[in-house]
């Protein structure tokens, strides 16, 4: 077996075993059978909440009766019109709330007494049910038949596209641009927690060997390139160990749970966003991952012991914060400039770009102008890392990063 | 099979570590280098394994630049001791001896032995870091040389360890020599240095002081260091021709004498034909030497 083999061996065996590893594996797969079972979770919780008792007082003549219409969260009582008696029942805790419909200038007017405040979510369906009785309110007034006000209600525009321009290949649909917005956002915390625990991995493995002074032992028997790359290419097979598990995890509960309704959602999920944004998808993390991999090891090979090892990471922490943050105000508009150039800075891109390429309109260059770029940057990096570290490794320095940095140029040339 | 280097330099940009270094190590020979903290041993260590680049001049191994020979011919015992914390002992060795290209097989044998050797048997499965600091020295130890090097450089190998464990590690080095394996050392402690090595280098800041045989090196003092025991008082001693220094120890009193020919007309005027309990003419100890050598400052250990 060749040295850098052996190396990569050892660091993958130790670290596969860690409980680190093992934990955040497992992290992972609860945070998913959480995600896909929340329904069932959530029966299990609000399941034996009692329905809310509402009793509703129509002044009007109209008949709203039909709006009100009871179900396991709340039950409607509306065969009762003694204001004191219903009133006196909500001071008692019988009833949640009192809602008191009158015609005020004609308009709906709803007054809602309570005794103790109701819950948000209470709250907005009793205001989303009354605003609705207000229009129904309102279309009565003008003495159309039902047939004519069940039209109006029911009234809704039917929005197609159309692209006058004939070379385009045509936009997105608003339901493509919205999945690939939470496929983009998926894909952005995958790869946000991915590189924080990968990067910290390889930055404490590489600080704690050099902390414990065992490096010296190595880099007689190993060239200080090939243990650079055999820690890079330990680690990066960690995370494809830790993606494998929670593919095929999830692979297994597509398949098997819920009839597989979960394999029918993703399948229509990945046809609608195409299987090219799928492979940019991966393309990005793996890049991304493999970029921070460069920078951790690089950072661990600047401290003198693993206690040391948070500090250094701080920076690299920092950035990864800022990309995943420019993501998440992607969430609400992904059209943003701020998103526009965080999409071709290396090392948010693979945070930021899926989301452009999922959601929004994008040509083909800039995508691949985004990749071209994070390339080079690794290129580049690993180039600059490789023969840095060969000089860093074995030097002990103290003070910030940027200190360390000159402390190892000083000392080594 | 030999070490040589010739004019080796180490400069950084404010200071120079290791100035202009020639000595030769010949094949099973044992090697020390002495030196005060910060004298350049470890720079020149760490230059002799390309773990760090010369400025100048040129290390070579068997005449072959030894930055282009196969490193597993060499073994290396750093002065900051370093293992896996967490790796368990058996397994620690295991790695390094495949590290550094041995088969699985054949390891098996010679960590029995070592481990036996070093009285290591009931850690085998422990994790290294649970071992005493002593007991991770030895692992550490038998990880530098467990793929047979042709050649060791142990640095500071002696600190830390008891007596007991220091004899083991003098016999296991003396083992080695004769198993044909050239050893390069350094060391604080110059008995150590005394007892074990051929040759020698001194360094002080950089700078060769003396690099030759031990004895040589006694010799350019000669035997000047007298014992007596007598009645003599020190303002009496310090008239006697030829006597540079009086010290009086709790035993015996000791006189340095400016040279060896003049311990003879000494011991006829202590001794004037009488019986005298005690007369003995020596040469310094490496101690002695190295202390007067780079200026007579306290060796740190």
Redesign the interface.
Known sequence: ?S?FS??MK?LYK?KLKSKSFISMTLLYVIAMSVAIFWSDIKELFTGNDEAQQIAIVNDTSADLSGIFVSNSDMTFIQDESNIKKLEQQVKDGKLAALVEVSDQNGQLHAEISTFQPLKLNDQSTISSLLQYAGQHYAVQKLSLTSDQAAQIMAAKTVISNKNLNEASTGGKSEEEKQSGLWVSYAVGILIYFFISTFLSMITTEIA??KG???????????KPATHFKAKIAGVLLLAMTQMGIIAVVFLIYAKFAKNGVIWEMATSIVKELSVGYVLYAMLFLVLTIILYLIVGALFGSLVSKVEEAGQVLMPAMMITLIGFYVMLSGIGNPDTIIIKVFSYIPFTSGMVMPMRIGATDIGMIEPLLSLGILLVTIIVAYLFSLSFYKRSV?TYSTGGVIQKFKTVL???? | MTLQLQHVTKK??DFTAVDNLNFTIEKGEIFGLIGQNGAGKTTTF?MI?D??ETTAGTISWNGKPVNSIN??V???L?E????????KVEDQLY??G???GMKKAALKKDIDFWISRFELEEKRKDKAETLSKGNQQKV?LI??FIHKPQFLILDEPFSGLDPVNKDLLKDAILLLKEQGTTILFSSHQMDNVEELCDHLCLLKRGVSLFSGSLLDLKKQYGKTKLSVRSNWSTTELLQLEGVKDVRVEKEQTVLLLEDERFAESIFQQLSAGKYIEKFSLDYLTLDEIFKDKVGGTVVEV
């Open positions: 077996m040295k052996l190396l050892q130790s704690s060997e414990s002074r065992a490096m010296e032992m190595l880099l007689v028997s190993v074995l000083k000392v080594t040339t | 950084y940009k760490r394994l773990l760090q490193r597993d060499l073994g290396y750093p900051e001791r370093g293992i896996f914390p967490t790796m790695f390094f495949e590290l550094r550490q990880a530098s």
